[in-house]
């Protein structure tokens, strides 16, 4: 397989780019690819079987089960950090290392349905909270110490929503690609 194939499976839909500028217009579509995810992902999801979820999307990656659980892990971290910034004065906040926490036997072995269900009433917060916030709340910040970055809520939603987007690609990547209906 050659580099560019494997890019393509790691990044079916490209690698996030924040927009030049953050336009109201940009902001609620964001929220809104974020409110509709988890009905997204249970219809792309929801009926696949045992081996189909076993499956990694790309040869070393993450099996599509691994995927699902990682979505609920990151996205309730995104809550959490977003409730952080909007309740701190610029929050250093606690990173993970999603790989191990994909490896741990809940990731591995318990049915998606679990998963499913709490980024329902998870996106439905995160959009409702999204939506009420002001342009000077947009802005708040937090710190990750991985790379002492400075992120803006702003450009978390926009981060999120594109997080969501490419991990379904990878499930209608290999679904396509395995010719599962």
Request: with cysteine.
């Amino acid at each position: 397989m050659e580099n560019l194939d494997l890019e393509k499976l790691k990044y079916p839909i490209g690698k996030f780019i924040a927009p030049k500028m953050y336009s109201s217009d940009y902001i609620l579509a964001k929220i809104e690819e974020i409110e509709s995810f988890p009905e997204r992902l249970k219809k792309e999801s929801g009926d696949l079987n045992n081996d189909q979820l076993i499956t990694p999307y790309r040869p070393g990656g993450w099996t599509v089960r691994q995927v699902i659980h990682h979505c609920a892990e990151s996205h309730m971290n995104c809550f959490i950090r977003i409730k952080w910034t909007l309740t701190e004065n610029n929050p250093v906040i606690k990173p993970y290392d999603e790989n191990l926490w994909s490896a741990l036997p809940d990731n591995l072995h318990m049915p998606i349905e679990s998963s499913l269900a709490l980024l329902e009433g998870l996106h439905a917060r995160l959009a409702f909270l999204m939506k009420s916030l002001s342009e000077t709340e947009l802005e708040k910040s937090f710190i990750h110490p991985e790379n002492n970055s400075e992120y803006k809520i702003k450009e978390i939603i926009g981060l999120y929503a594109w997080h969501g987007n490419h991990h379904l690609a990878h499930i209608t990547s290999l679904k396509k690609y395995k010719n599962w209906k």
